[in-house]
């Protein structure tokens, strides 16, 4: 279903919601894990990007999986954390490589407030069944200055637009499929802004991508078929096939995080006069929300100039 206001396209499942997420408790996945080489791979090509924006810290990550990961921050300098439905998932994790993952949501989890530096949602967010709740609960656990990398799948991809119902980003487990814009919105809504949008290059092993797409129409499975043969043995194949959205996003900066950074100087608010100015143009949807955000026991006057709004 495509919503005729917001454009967010999503499924409207089959099964109840108890049934997935229990379908994801009692799920194992060895395929995943007979990739590792290649999964590896892609997660230091994701953690090059996060070490643009952040140094290593505490990471928090949601759907973390058998802790493949988690395993490579943890060697990059991360003291990692993760969460997930999958009962497999976690004691691969512990068993393998001694990472604790909470099983359950993150709601579930109840991590303190503002306690990581980086959450990663990797290919997570169009699973879950009220993706804005879940953002605002990493709002809460996310430092003021901590990032979140997020992917999904792009629904207004060429790939979508081309295979249309046969695209590989339609999944019975994918309740949500998002575009750039309708992204955007929902971190508006939850407190976010988008910092950079990445690429989202696939590591596999060559005998993965040739069976994975033989199934798909001639100009598809003859690519496949194509660049595997320069490929020696079943070694690893990286592409983007620019069907799937990476982000980088932070935190948008309300008037309560400067209010608790510490200061080097420290003088009675109330011997200072403060004032608040706030250039608009064309403002009208954020004005309401900012103003309310300005706390009047710390600003005397707020100071509106309007540089001719329509």
């Known amino acids: 279903v495509r919503c005729m206001s917001c454009r967010l396209v999503y499924a409207i499942p089959r099964e109840s919601i ?154 019975k487990y994918h309740l949500f499929y998002f575009s750039k814009k309708t992204l955007e919105k929902m971190f508006h809504e939850t407190g976010f802004k988008s910092a950079r949008y990445t690429g989202y290059p696939r590591v596999f092993s060559r005998d993965y991508w040739t069976e994975r797409l033989s199934a798909y129409p001639a100009p598809v499975s003859a690519g496949a078929r194509f660049v595997s043969g320069f490929v020696k043995g079943n070694g690893l194949i990286t592409l983007d096939l620019q069907d799937q959205i990476g982000v980088v996003v932070t935190k948008i900066k309300r008037m309560e995080h400067f209010e608790n950074e510490p200061s080097r100087e420290r003088r009675p608010i109330r011997q200072m006069k403060v004032i608040a100015v706030l250039p608009a143009y064309n403002a009208a949807r954020t004005l309401a929300r900012t103003v309310a955000d300005i706390p009047r026991d710390l600003v005397n006057e707020v100071i509106l100039v309007d540089d001719a709004s329509s």
């Open 18 to 171: 108890g049934q997935l997420e229990n379908d994801y408790a009692v799920m194992d996945d060895p395929a995943y894990v007979r990739e590792e080489k290649g999964r590896r791979a892609q997660a230091r090509l994701i953690l090059s990007t996060l070490a643009r924006h952040k140094s290593p810290g505490k990471m928090l990550d949601v759907g973390s999986g058998p802790g493949l990961f988690l395993d490579e921050a943890k060697r990059s300098g991360w003291d990692v954390k993760g969460v997930d439905l999958s009962a497999w998932a976690s004691k691969h994790a512990r068993e393998n490589f001694g990472i604790e993952i909470t099983q359950g949501t993150l709601e579930q989890a109840a991590f303190p407030e503002k306690n990581f530096d980086a959450v990663v949602m990797n290919d997570v967010i169009e699973h879950l069944a009220d993706p804005k709740s879940v953002l605002k609960e990493v709002y809460r656990v996310l430092k003021n200055d901590g990032i979140l990398y997020i992917s999904t799948p792009d629904i207004d991809s060429f790939w979508s637009r081309l295979l249309q119902a046969r695209w590989w980003g339609i999944n």
